[in-house]
Every structure is written in C-alpha cells, then in structure tokens.
Nanobody
Framework: QGQPVESGGGFVQAGGSLRLSCTASGRTFSGESVAWFRQAPGMDRLFVAFITSDGRNTDYAYSVKGRFTISRDNAKNTIFLQMNNLKPEDTAVYYC????????????????WGQGTQVTVSS
C-alpha cells in the first residue's frame, strides 16, 4: 500500500498562509479518516486536525482552531490543510497519517505515515 506524501510546506512570515496537501499513489484515501500531526524540534508529534472519510466531521487541536482548516477531495485522493494567520509556534514538520484505530488524537493510533513537510514561520 502506498505511503502518504505531503507537500506544500515552506517558509512564511507570521500572519501568512500555506496550504498543505497529502496524497498517496497506489492507495486510496476515500474510505479512510485522515489526520495531520506536527512535530517541532525536540518535541513530541502532536495532533493538529482530523477529518472523517466522508469529510462531514472534522476536529482540531485547540491551538489551531479558527486558523487551520482540514478538507478533502476524494476524487483527487487528496487531503488538504489550509493554514492561515500562521505564528512562529506553528513551525514544525507536518505529517499526514491514515489507517487508524482507537483514539484519533493519538499518534500511536495510526499505522500509515508520510515523510512530512517542513513549515517554518518567521516572526
């Protein structure tokens, strides 16, 4: 099964925006719920956002609620994370994860991970 592949990271000033994408060749996301996590240097990998397979339900970490939006286009087999009003504390490697069981906010619930994409926000 194909691993997720993240893209769209980069360098942005505080207050700016980025849109991350997650897709996978040889694997379909259409029947899966998917999450974004992030990991800053020296820190644990933390939950950011979650979306159900049909896109009807989403959830966010408190720190990003109101600024980030997770969405999906099942026809394109792609999950998106729109990040607005970015802050320096959002600097991290962002990971897409799928194939979970258990509690969706927990890293260990997911079996399938991408390699991550770096987001750097300057003050």
């Amino acid at each position: 099964q194909g691993q997720p592949v993240e893209s769209g990271g980069g360098f942005v000033q505080a207050g700016g925006s980025l849109r991350l994408s997650c897709t996978a060749s040889g694997r379909t996301f259409s029947g899966e719920s998917v999450a974004w996590f992030r990991q800053a240097p020296g820190m644990d990998r933390l939950f950011v956002a979650f979306i159900t397979s049909d896109g009807r339900n989403t959830d966010y970490a408190y720190s990003v609620k109101g600024r980030f939006t997770i969405s999906r286009d099942n026809a394109k087999n792609t999950i998106f994370l729109q990040m607005n009003n970015l802050k320096p504390e959002d600097t991290a490697v962002y990971y897409c994860a799928s194939d979970y069981s258990g509690r969706y906010r927990f890293r260990d619930s997911y079996k399938n991970w991408g390699q991550g994409t770096q987001v750097t926000v300057s003050s």
